[in-house]
C-alpha cells in the first residue's frame, strides 16, 4: 500500500504541474503574438513612409533633370519645398526606424527568457522525477547523484549549449563537433 500511495501522490504532483506549465505556455504565446502584431503593423507603417519618401525622392529627381535640361546657370536649383514637404515623414522614418529596432530586441529578449524559464521548468520537472524516484528507491542515492550533476551542468551551461545549438542550426558546425562541444562542457569539472 505504501509504494501505492506515494506513485499516487506523484501522479497527482506531476498533473498539478503540467497544468501551471500549460497556463504558463499559454501567456507566453497570447504576450508573443501581441508582440508580434505590433512588430508587423510598425514594419507596415514604416513601408508606407518610406513609399512616400521615395515619391519625394522622384520629385527631387524630377526637378533636377528638368533644371539640368532648361538652365542656362544663372539659377540655383531649389528643392527647399520638396524638402519641407518631406521633412515630417523623414522624422516619422527615424522614429519608427528607432522603434523597430527596440521592439525587435525586446522580442528578443522576451523570447530568450521563455527559452531561459522553459528550461528552469524542465530541470525541475526532472529533478522532482528524480526526486520521487529516489524516495520511492527506483534509483539508488548514487544513480541520483550522478543524474542530477549532468541536469545541473546542462542547466548551469544553458547559454553555451544554446549557443552550440545556434552554431549546428546555422551549419557552422556539424552534428559530429556539436556532440563533441557538448560533450566537453558536461564532462567539465563545476
Given at each position: 500500500?505504501?509504494?501505492?500511495?506515494?506513485?499516487?501522490?506523484?501522479?497527482?504532483?506531476?498533473?498539478?504541474?503540467?497544468?501551471?506549465?500549460?497556463?504558463?505556455?499559454?501567456?507566453?504565446?497570447?504576450?508573443?503574438?501581441?508582440?508580434?502584431?505590433?512588430?508587423?503593423?510598425?514594419?507596415?507603417?514604416?513601408?508606407?513612409?518610406?513609399?512616400?519618401?521615395?515619391?519625394?525622392?522622384?520629385?527631387?529627381?524630377?526637378?533636377?533633370?528638368?533644371?539640368?535640361?532648361?538652365?542656362?546657370?544663372?539659377?540655383?536649383?531649389?528643392?527647399?519645398?520638396?524638402?519641407?514637404?518631406?521633412?515630417?515623414?523623414?522624422?516619422?522614418?527615424?522614429?519608427?526606424?528607432?522603434?523597430?529596432?527596440?521592439?525587435?530586441?525586446?522580442?528578443?529578449?522576451?523570447?530568450?527568457?521563455?527559452?531561459?524559464?522553459?528550461?528552469?521548468?524542465e530541470?525541475?520537472?526532472?529533478?522532482?522525477?528524480?526526486?520521487?524516484?529516489?524516495?520511492?528507491?527506483?534509483v539508488?542515492?548514487?544513480?541520483?547523484?550522478?543524474?542530477?550533476?549532468?541536469?545541473?551542468?546542462?542547466?548551469?551551461?544553458?547559454?553555451?549549449?544554446?549557443r552550440?545549438?545556434?552554431?549546428?542550426?546555422?551549419?557552422?558546425?556539424?552534428?559530429?563537433?556539436?556532440?563533441?562541444?557538448?560533450?566537453?562542457?558536461?564532462?567539465?569539472?563545476?
Amino acid at each position: 500500500m505504501d509504494v501505492f500511495e506515494k506513485a499516487t501522490k506523484a501522479v497527482k504532483e506531476v498533473g498539478g504541474n503540467v497544468i501551471d506549465s500549460a497556463k504558463s505556455i499559454g501567456n507566453s504565446i497570447y504576450s508573443t503574438s501581441k508582440e508580434q502584431r505590433e512588430l508587423a503593423g510598425m514594419k507596415v507603417q514604416k513601408s508606407v513612409i518610406e513609399k512616400h519618401l521615395n515619391d519625394g525622392y522622384a520629385k527631387i529627381g524630377k526637378r533636377y533633370v528638368e533644371y539640368m535640361s532648361t538652365s542656362d546657370g544663372s539659377e540655383e536649383f531649389d528643392i527647399s519645398d520638396i524638402l519641407e514637404e518631406m521633412n515630417p515623414d523623414l522624422e516619422k522614418f527615424e522614429e519608427i526606424t528607432s522603434a523597430l529596432k527596440e521592439k525587435e530586441e525586446f522580442i528578443k529578449q522576451e523570447e530568450q527568457e521563455k527559452q531561459r524559464k522553459k528550461a528552469e521548468e524542465e530541470f525541475e520537472t526532472a529533478k522532482e522525477k528524480l526526486d520521487r524516484a529516489l524516495e520511492m528507491e527506483i534509483v539508488s542515492k548514487e544513480e541520483y547523484e550522478e543524474k542530477m550533476e549532468i541536469l545541473q551542468k546542462k542547466y548551469d551551461n544553458y547559454d553555451e549549449l544554446k549557443r552550440f545549438e545556434a552554431q549546428l542550426d546555422m551549419g557552422i558546425i556539424t552534428k559530429e563537433e556539436y556532440n563533441e562541444k557538448v560533450k566537453k562542457v558536461l564532462a567539465s569539472e563545476s
